[in-house]
């Protein structure tokens, strides 16, 4: 069983693993090509390439794949999967594979097709997501599902903790779902077009929180954001990065957005609900990340400030 598996962030990483620790002949792994990264914008490969140079695999990074993928396909790999790669697979590599190319997505289809199912489920308040495998065709995340499993997402689950928790039980779904489909033991089941949702990639505007808004939607917003891209506001005319927080109750009909307290936890704010947020870290333009205590020692934050005005 010969194998391309294509994939570009940590998402990726646990599930290449698996391939290789299941004793699968790996032939090359196809990443996006390395980004400059970090404030000194240094040249850092993608954690997949990071992973397959550990275990000596070539490493193919076309900058558009729809025009660089003879090399792939002179492999003449048995099955591709792809996790999270990045870019949209042509015909020619769709159809080369004599198992198919299939693909480990991190939602239960056809829930959340698209670039940033983790972030929506938990900003929707999702108390559970999943990850499917499919097999891939020239639509967004429409194929036949082969395997599915079920991941509780907690009160406290952010972006981070979930893309751990779905990555592990990826691989170990994969590395179940390959024998059975090289067996002939799965019967596709094709999408139920009528419950078909969509994520998109996370635009600035989602990343902006709207004071309005119930206490718990904004919780979810902060913790589907987090650690990136981070949901913000704005105090005194400057972006106000809003990395943590938690809901409090807040008997108050103050307007939403308003500083109601600040203590030694951080700062309270009043929501379009009774249930307030307590932010807990935080980032003001220009500095990095702090506890909301270490800013407002500096900051001397009065209760009545207003947070979200207009740039």
């Given amino acids: 069983m010969k194998i391309v598996f294509m994939g570009t962030p940590d ?31 240094e040249i850092k490969p993608t954690p997949v390439k990071a992973e397959a140079e550990l275990h000596g695999i070539p490493v193919l990074q076309p900058v558009k794949l729809k025009n660089e993928f003879q090399e792939i396909l002179d492999l003449q790999p048995d099955l591709i999967v792809t996790a999270a790669y990045g870019q949209i697979l042509p015909s020619e590599i769709l159809e080369a594979p004599e198992y198919g190319c299939i693909n480990v997505h991190a939602s239960l289809l056809p829930e959340y097709r698209g670039g940033a199912p983790i972030h929506q489920s938990i900003i929707d308040g999702k108390k559970e997501t999943g990850v499917t495998i499919m097999y891939m065709v020239d639509k967004l995340d429409a194929g036949d599902i082969l395997t599915q499993v079920v991941v509780p997402i907690g009160e406290e689950d952010h972006v981070d903790s979930m893309f751990s928790k779905l990555s592990i039980a990826g691989a170990e779904l994969l590395s179940s779902t390959i024998p059975d489909l090289i067996e002939g033991k799965l019967s596709p089941i094709k999408q139920d077009d009528d419950k078909v949702t969509y994520a998109y990639n996370i635009s600035r505007e989602k990343e902006k929180i709207d004071w309005t808004m119930s206490g718990e939607a904004i919780y979810n917003q902060i913790r589907g954001l987090h650690p990136w891209p981070v ?81």
Avoid: C, H
Wanted: hydrophobic fraction near 35%.
């Fill in 231 to 311: 949901a913000f506001s704005t105090l005194n005319g400057q972006t106000l990065k809003i990395w943590w927080g938690k809901k409090v109750p807040v008997p108050s009909d103050a307007v939403p957005g308003t500083v109601l307290e600040t203590s030694k936890e951080g700062l309270t704010v009043k929501t379009g609900d009774s249930t307030g947020i307590l932010i807990t870290d935080l980032q003001p333009a220009g500095k990095k990340r702090m506890a909301a205590s270490q800013f407002l020692q500096g900051a001397k934050l009065e209760p009545g400030t207003m947070l979200g005005e207009e740039l």
């Fill in 11 to 41: 998402f990726s990483v646990p599930v290449l693993r698996r391939l290789v620790n299941d004793g699968y002949e790996v032939a090359a792994v196809v990443t996006q090509p390395d980004k400059p990264q970090g404030r000194k914008k």
